[in-house]
């Protein structure tokens, strides 16, 4: 039986944001250049640990080193060098333009920090999921507390030890552990919390948040549909399928593609393409690959295992499905034609598995995601039908939708990712970060000249016409009730 002490989270949560209240109080974080020196601590902290970094990720996914150095470390150096190209751009006011009902005035949109904010990570992206945020809370002038997924405990190890030596502790702190951990800093006041994973642990989150009135924003998943057209390049789509489904982590990332949608009469084509450069990018036996990461733990191989083995499903694999258990591996597994009530297609996959669901014309695919009723976090089409093209970002609601290729979308700060609905609330990425962790103080500035006596009391049948043609706007309006105003003075 575990003792009193057992339960209790090993750090005092309170004591940890109020250091962090205190340094952001002190306007510690506002200036431009404590903002900008711990941008450029966190890229030096990149380039002189990179091979630290990819081994953890190594010893916590096997994932492959160009995933690590490319979609993991360069990724977030790419959001570093960004904000400190940008940033004092985004810390300027912005002008706003005022009306006749303030006239004389001027005003502006200040962004200012909205204080001490938390980030809780995923284990699938455990450093681009970690650092990423941090890097808009940081450039939005916050105090942040950091903490990593226990599920990934090399990498969440590795950026407590890191973060301690390159950033200032008195403001940023990591924070490890797993649910005790996560729970005593759930229990604090904080001024903003960002959450990636899933809709379960989503729902605890934003329900501990509610207390003390604390916006969130939630990365979650969903099941990310692909619709595959005929009259295609079938090589470029099936590959571009394949580097978004297992070459993102084998599977295990919330954008991957989580099933295919093609007419019935292209169906073979499509699956004897991926059988093809499946075998090419991966050798006759894909457990042997060292270029596919591995199931993170027997808890998620167990799950996805489950996926499989459902009666309903098992008889539907056509290509791949074998298993190493001892090694957590699983190897490109497509069914087709699955039922749409089996588990595997009502869960999230999150793994190395893709369906392929058949529809009599490839416009039926939208009726297929809609009736889901709920809305992923990334959809994606593959067609040269410009008609097709428009209806499918005019009809399919998703976080972000990308046509003739998958996943890229994420490599492109100019547009925010999030989801919406069930996928999540709330986007960064880029200037949307920097804005997710800003307040837009709106602030108005007036003389003394031009006071409006009509404002004041007593009230008038012409102070309310005149009042009513300056919100209308209408200087013909304005002049109509002055007159009005005049005549009945006469």
């Known amino acids: 039986m575990a003792s009193e002490g057992e ?13 962090l209240r205190d340094s952001f109080a002190a306007g510690t974080t506002k200036s431009y250049k404590w903002r900008s020196t711990q941008l450029n601590a966190m890229l030096k902290m990149m380039e002189e640990n990179e091979p630290l970094i990819v081994a953890a990720l190594r010893d916590d996914l096997s994932k492959p080193e160009l995933e690590s150095s490319i979609y993991e470390i360069a990724m977030v150096k790419s959001s570093c060098r960004m904000a400190l190209k940008k940033m004092k751009q985004w810390m300027m006011p912005e002008k706003a333009k005022t009306s006749l009902i303030t006239f004389p005035s001027s005003a502006e949109i200040v962004p200012e920090p909205l204080g001490v904010v938390l980030v809780i990570s995923a284990w699938n992206y455990p450093f681009l999921l970690s650092l990423d945020p941090v890097v808009g809370a940081i450039a939005a002038g916050n105090a942040v507390v ?7 405990p090399a990498t969440s190890s590795l950026l407590a030890r890191l973060a301690a030596d390159y950033l200032d502790h008195s403001c940023i702190k990591v924070i490890e552990g797993a649910v005790l951990e996560t729970a005593a800093l759930l229990e604090q006041k904080w001024d903003k919390i960002l959450y990636t994973g899933n809709g379960r642990i989503a729902r605890t989150v934003m329900a501990a948040a509610a207390k003390h009135l604390t916006p969130v924003v939630l990365e979650l998943g969903g099941k990310c549909p692909v619709i595959v057209d005929s009259d295609i390049n079938l090589q470029v789509a099936t590959r571009r399928i394949i580097a978004g489904k297992w070459g993102c982590n084998n599977g295990q990332a ?6 295919i949608i093609t007419p019935k009469n292209y169906a073979q084509k499509l699956i004897d393409s991926l059988k093809c450069e ?19 733990n027997s808890s998620h191989f167990a799950r996805l295992s489950k996926l499989l083995d459902e009666d309903k499903v098992s008889s539907k694999i056509i290509h791949g499905g074998e298993r190493d258990k001892a090694n957590l591996k699983i190897a490109p597994t497509i069914l087709l034609d699955v039922p749409q009530d089996s588990l ?35 959809a994606y089409l593959f067609t040269n039908d410009k008609k097709l093209k428009k209806k499918f970002i005019a009809t399919v609601s998703a976080g972000g939708l990308v046509v003739n290729d998958t996943t890229v979308h994420l490599a492109e700060p100019a547009l925010p990712f999030g989801g919406v609905g069930d996928s999540g609330t709330g986007a960064y990425h880029g ?13 108005l500035c007036r003389g003394f000249a031009g006071d409006a006596f009509v404002r004041y009391p007593p009230y008038s049948r012409g102070k309310i016409r005149l009042l009513k043609a300056l919100f209308d706007g209408s200087f013909l309006g304005i002049i109509r009730a002055l007159a009005g105003w005049s005549n009945s003075k006469s």
Do not use: Q
Not at 7 to 18: I, N, W
Not at 431 to 443: E, G, I, L, R
């Open 7 to 19: 339960k209790k989270a090993v750090f005092d949560a309170e004591s940890v944001v109020k250091e």
């Open 146 to 152: 950091l903490k990593p997924s226990e599920i990934s």
């Open 278 to 296: 499946l075998e090419r990018f991966y050798g006759k036996n894909p457990l042997e690959s060292k270029d596919l990461s591995r199931i993170v």
């Open 254 to 259: 919330c954008v991957s593609p989580d099933y």
């Open 431 to 443: 200037k949307f970060s920097f804005d997710t962790f800003s307040h837009k103080k709106a602030v």
């Open 344 to 378: 595997i297609m009502t869960e999230e996959i999150f793994g190395p598995l893709l369906p392929i669901i058949l529809v009599d014309k490839v416009e039926d695919s939208f009726d297929v995601i809609n009736s889901s009723g709920t809305r992923p976090l990334a």
